[in-house]
């Protein structure tokens, strides 16, 4: 079993900062792939940012320059560093850890939510 732990969301003013993060525990091997994803309301659930064990990242177009992802591998945590944050960034972000070994595993966090106001 393995648990995601998220914080960090809350309400701020649009160009304003948050940081999220994400701890995981329980039984892991060696996560290769932590991510972040959002779901505002009426709309499906997409990417923000991923980072591999290897120190690749990839962001949605519509956050980079302005969000950062990162990790600490030694914690199996990761980060969400959120500046400049506009309304439209409002959501429910869920973090997702993924590794395979021997089969696929696959794990979501219980979301927090993030509100930008105008």
């Known amino acids: 079993q393995v648990e995601l732990v998220e914080s960090g969301g809350g309400l701020v003013q649009a160009g304003g900062s948050l940081r999220l993060s994400c701890a995981a525990s329980?039984?892991?091997?060696?996560?290769?792939?932590m991510g972040w994803y959002r779901q505002a309301p009426g709309k499906q659930r997409e990417l923000v940012a991923v980072t591999t064990n290897g120190g690749s990242t990839n962001y949605a177009d519509s956050v980079k320059g302005r969000f950062t992802i990162s990790r600490d591998n030694a914690e199996n945590t990761v980060y969400l560093q959120m500046n400049s944050l506009k309304p439209e960034d409002t959501a429910v972000y869920y973090c997702?850890?993924?590794?395979?070994?021997?089969?696929?595993?696959?794990?979501w966090g219980q979301g927090t939510q993030v509100t930008v106001s105008s």
């Open positions: 997702n850890v993924h590794w395979v070994r021997y089969r696929e595993y696959n794990y």
């Open positions: 329980g039984s892991i091997f060696s996560i290769n792939t």
